[in-house]
Nanobody, 127 residues
């Protein structure tokens, strides 16, 4: 049974930084993980994904500002968010999906895989 618990959200001023954490357990033998976000009245959008081999994929709007990483020893997924903008305001979720669903037919890591499991979310507000 896969469990994910996000933390680290909060309220910051534009230009500030936050680091989100996602503690996970019960993951699949081969999988990808990532962060997605959803603001009120808006569609869910992928933010960053990391594959089993460490390959990453980022939303264009966050490239150069956000960094996804994974600590496989302690089973924690991170999202370092720098130079935050008001448009980054949303609830952020971490998700995990079996490796077979993580890639496009062309072999590219999906930005928003069809996550089978995700956490309860953590709110990020940038003003």
């Amino acid at each position: 049974h896969v469990q994910l618990v996000e933390s680290g959200g909060g309220s910051v001023q534009a230009g500030g930084s936050l680091r989100l954490s996602c503690a996970y357990s019960g993951y699949y033998s081969r999988y990808c993980m990532g962060w997605f976000r959803q603001a009120p009245g808006k569609e869910r959008e992928g933010v960053a994904t990391i594959g089993l081999d460490g390959v990453t994929s980022y939303r264009n709007a966050v490239k150069g500002r956000f960094t996804i990483s994974k600590d496989d020893v302690n089973n924690v997924l991170y999202l370092q968010m720098d130079s935050l903008k008001p448009e980054d305001t949303a609830t952020y979720y971490c998700g995990v999906e079996r490796d077979g669903h993580c890639y496009t037919p062309g072999g590219h890591l999906r930005l928003l895989p069809p996550y089978s499991n995700w956490g309860q979310g953590t709110q990020v507000t940038v003003s």
